[in-house]
C-alpha cells in the first residue's frame, strides 16, 4: 500500500507563491519508490480533476500542463519520501482542491483514473 498526505494550500493573493507538498509512505512504496509515477491533480468546483504536473520518482520525466509551465515545479526530496509542487506566479484560474497521486509502472500518464493512489487534497485559493 501507498499512502499520500498533502500540505501547504491556503488562500493567496494574484501573483503570490505556495508550495504543496506530498508525504509518500507505506511498505509497497518503501520498498519499489523508484518504480512510481507522483502526480499532481487539481480539480475546481463544478470541472474534472484535471492533470497538472508529473515525475517519476527517479527524477525523470517532468511534465506540466501548459497553463502551468513556467509558473509550477514539481520536484521530490529523497531524504524525506516527499514531493512538492512549487506555485508562482498564481492566477485566480489555479484556485482548486490540489491532489497528491501515485501509479506503480515506467510510463507516463496525464489521466487521473490511471493513478492507483491519492493523497486526501490540499485546498489551494487565489484571490483577485
Known amino acids: 500500500q501507498v499512502q499520500l498526505v498533502e500540505s501547504g494550500g491556503g488562500l493567496v493573493q494574484t501573483g503570490g507563491s505556495l508550495t504543496l507538498s506530498c508525504a509518500a509512505s507505506?511498505?509497497?512504496?518503501?520498498?519499489?519508490?523508484?518504480?512510481?509515477?507522483m502526480g499532481w491533480f487539481r480539480q475546481a468546483p463544478g470541472k474534472e480533476r484535471e492533470f497538472v504536473a508529473h515525475?517519476?520518482?527517479?527524477?525523470?520525466?517532468?511534465s506540466y500542463r501548459d497553463s502551468v509551465k513556467g509558473r509550477f515545479t514539481i520536484s521530490r526530496d529523497t531524504a524525506n519520501n516527499t514531493v512538492e509542487l512549487q506555485m508562482n506566479s498564481l492566477k485566480p484560474e489555479d484556485t482548486a482542491v490540489y491532489y497528491c497521486?501515485?501509479?506503480?509502472?515506467?510510463?507516463?500518464?496525464?489521466?487521473?483514473?490511471?493513478?492507483?493512489?491519492w493523497g486526501q487534497g490540499t485546498q489551494v485559493t487565489v484571490s483577485s
Open positions: 507505506g511498505s509497497t512504496f518503501s520498498d519499489d519508490r523508484s518504480n512510481y509515477l
Open positions: 497521486a501515485a501509479r506503480a509502472g515506467p510510463y507516463t500518464d496525464y489521466n487521473w483514473r490511471t493513478y492507483h493512489y
Open positions: 515525475m517519476h520518482w527517479s527524477g525523470g520525466s517532468r
